[in-house]
Structure formats: C-alpha cells, structure tokens
C-alpha cells in the first residue's frame, strides 16, 4: 500500500501562483511514476502533468509554459508549481502514484483561483 498526502492548496488571485506538494509512504518501488489531475465542478477528471522517477515530464496542452512539475525522489515527493493562474484552474488538485503495485490517488487539495 502507498499512502500519498497533498498539501498547499489555497485561494489566489488570478496571474498568481502557488504550489503543492504531495508526499507518498509506504511500499514504493524506485521506479514509479507520480504526478497530478484536476477535476473542476461538473467536469471530468483531467491530467495535469506526470514525472517519472528518471525523470520523464508530460504535461496536459492548457498548463504548458505556465505549471511545472518536479519531484525529490529521496523523499518521494513530487510538487506541482503554478504560475500565472487563470479562473479555469480552480479545481480540487488530486495527487497520484502509479508503480507496478498499482495505482494510488491522494485525497486532493483544493486550489481556487479568483477573477
């Protein structure tokens, strides 16, 4: 079992920034694939961005330019940094681990972005 616990979501004004971090426990394996989805209000769960643990980057085209993805991997951490946020961002900020064992989401982090 892999836990994964989010934090640093929050409400920020529009062409701000923020950034959360998700910190996952448990059975790990070294190679594994950790990363982030959104889902706003009445729509479908979306990817955001994924990094592999040899460092391997995909991001979703609406975040491109303007989020970056990294990730610590002595403390398998994975962070989210969001820039020049826009209204449509605001969504709850699921975190997530996938490695041969299976696939792990977090409970997710609200991230709210006013006009």
């Known amino acids: 079992q892999v836990q994964l616990v989010e934090s640093g979501g929050d409400l920020v004004q529009a062409g701000g920034s923020l950034r959360v971090s998700c910190a996952a426990s448990?059975?790990?394996?070294?190679?594994?694939?950790m990363g982030w989805y959104r889902q706003a209000p009445g729509k479908q769960r979306e990817l955001v961005a994924t990094?592999?643990?040899?460092?391997?980057?995909n991001y979703a085209d609406s975040v491109k330019g303007r989020f970056t993805v990294s990730r610590d991997n002595a403390k398998n951490t994975v962070y989210l940094q969001m820039n020049s946020l826009k209204p449509e961002d605001t969504a709850v900020y699921y975190c997530?681990?996938?490695?041969?064992?299976?696939?792990?989401w977090g409970q997710g982090t609200q991230v709210t972005v006013s006009s």
């Open positions: 990094i592999t643990s040899r460092g391997g980057i």
């Open positions: 448990g059975s790990t394996f070294s190679f594994n694939v």
């Open positions: 997530t681990y996938r490695d041969y064992g299976g696939d792990y």
